[in-house]
């Protein structure tokens, strides 16, 4: 049986862990190489203001599930938002970022390619039920090194089918590689605001409007309509979820008034605001589990 890695890499200017298995120090120092498990769920909290893993990659993938706040993962190809309740999926070997704002808590579990079949193949954004959510809570309380047949086993094996059958959510910024088209993405998350016509914004890129549609289409499958939507629904919803009004983020995105944001979000999402929020609510205490709190 091939062995666990776990990485951690904190930007943050000091931290302090407590009620953890490991060693007292910095995360990114942990030597988890000999841990003969396929298998394991950490629950790690961040009080502070903001966070960051720096850019890294491991070989086992990652299935990240935010409790509460809003957790934001950059690959090469885009970058997906993980609202509360929701989890995302790094297959092994993909170079990623990690960051959060403010106090935030999520529950991550590494797991070996060959585990079982029917992992996602690709980052993704996942749903979590109520079942997978109470599988992987109960697995961050697990000693290190669980025994490998009796309850602990059969309730892993339990959570990778329903890791496997868990449904994905559309909440993916997808990022073309074209240098023209970098600019044009990256102006729109400086200034998501900004009411610039497709037409102009081809020209300050140097582009036909024409030309610029195309390869959009071509690089990232949406057209510039629906990126720019997309990017105002995960701005959104990180702020939405840390409290704000819907009135206060409507305009700060550009909308006329609320109204407009939210025929705009449920357009996007098929529902309001208010009620995805409401779906995807904190639903309770995340429990005792093996705990890691960081605060800068």
Known sequence: MRNLVILFFISAKAAKIVHSPFPAQDPASWDIDGIARQVIAV?????????EHAP??????????SVRGVLNCEVESGVWI??????????????????????TECYCLFVEPDAVEGLPAVCCTLAVSPLLRELLLKASGFQTLYAEQGPEARLIATLLDELCEA????????MPQDRRLRLLTQGLLADPANKASSGEWARHIGMSERSMSRLLVQAVGMSFGRWRRQLHVILSLQRLARGESVQAVALD?????????VTMFRKAMGKPPARYLLEQGVAGEAGAGRRIVLAP
């Not at 890294?56 to 599930?65: D, E, G, T, V």
């Not at 995105?253 to 944001?261: I, N, R």
């Open 43 to 51: 629950n790690a909290s961040w009080v502070g203001r903001d966070w």
């Open 82 to 103: 993980v609202p509360p309740q929701c989890a995302l999926w790094i297959p092994g070997d993909m170079p990623h970022s990690v960051r959060g704002s403010g106090e």
């Open 167 to 174: 449904g994905v959510e559309d909440l993916h910024l997808p």
């Open 253 to 261: 995105l550009g909308y006329e008034s609320a109204s407009g944001f």
């Open 56 to 65: 890294h990659q491991h070989r086992k993938a990652q299935l990240i599930y």
